[in-house]
T-cell receptor, first 115, second 110 residues
Framework: NAGVTQTPKFQVLKTGQSMTLQCAQD?????MYWYRQDPGMGLRLIYY???????DKGEVPNGYNVSRLNKREFSLRLESAAPSQTSVYFC??????????????FGEGSWLTVV | QKEVEQDPGPLSVPEGAIVSLNCTYS??????FMWYRQYSRKGPELLMY????GNKEDGRFTAQVDKSSKYISLFIRDSQPSDSATYLC??????????FGAGTRLFVKA
């Protein structure tokens, strides 16, 4: 019953360091997403992958890169972390993008602090 | 003007109260209307969705959509301490993008 699994759960980075957030889903979903959640801002889409082999920018892609490694896995990389990237990051998946009532399943979140 | 407006709360009610949570939106292209529930330190999970104006009921929860006023509501009857969470409204045009409200924190006191 894993659903969407993301690691690490907590991470502290120094400004300028790089890191990769890993995400895997076991629901055979086609579409995967990375969101960030900040107080008062709601969930904002960073990048998404409509299907294996494709990735596209969301609302706030600057400073991030993604890789859809296979159908199950979608990673998010911070190349040079900045304090503005301190946030809670959620990986998510859904059966297909654009489907009516497209239920998005979220992981439990990764708390990232950049000092 | 923000695309979605949601009062962040917190909203504190006694156990058994009827809770009303609301969102307004400005984008007429939104076709699907959803409510997600997020417990502390967890990811959001879909609670209800609807695609038409009117009411949709599921147990103690009722989702209401008024497209003419661009206003959606979630009602919780007989609220329980286990309902304490953040509730996020969400909107979908049928494309790739789901727009989330900032969330309303609800506390139900025993």
């Amino acid at each position: 019953n894993a659903g969407v699994t993301q690691t690490p759960k907590f991470q502290v980075l120094k400004t300028g360091q790089s890191m990769t957030l890993q995400c895997a889903q076991d629901m055979n979903h086609n579409s995967m997403y990375w969101y960030r959640q900040d107080p008062g801002m709601g969930l904002r889409l960073i990048y998404y992958s409509a299907s294996e082999g494709t990735t596209d920018k969301g609302e706030v892609p600057n400073g991030y890169n993604v890789s859809r490694l296979n159908k199950r896995e979608f990673s998010l990389r911070l190349e040079s972390a900045a304090p503005s990237q301190t946030s809670v990051y959620f990986c998510a998946s859904s059966e297909a993008i654009g489907a009516g009532g497209n239920t998005i399943y979220f992981g439990e979140g990764s708390w990232l602090t950049v000092v | 003007q923000k695309e979605v407006e949601q009062d962040p709360g917190p909203l504190s009610v006694p156990e058994g109260a009827i809770v009303s949570l609301n969102c307004t939106y400005s984008n007429s292209a939104f076709q699907y209307f959803m409510w997600y529930r997020q417990y502390s330190r967890k990811g959001p999970e879909l609670l209800m969705y609807t695609y038409s104006s009117g009411n949709k009921e599921d147990g103690r929860f009722t989702a209401q959509v008024d497209k003419s006023s661009k206003y959606i509501s979630l009602f919780i009857r007989d609220s329980q301490p286990s309902d304490s969470a953040t509730y996020l409204c969400a909107f979908h045009t049928g494309g790739f993008k789901t727009i989330f409200g900032a969330g309303t924190r609800l506390f139900v006191k025993a």
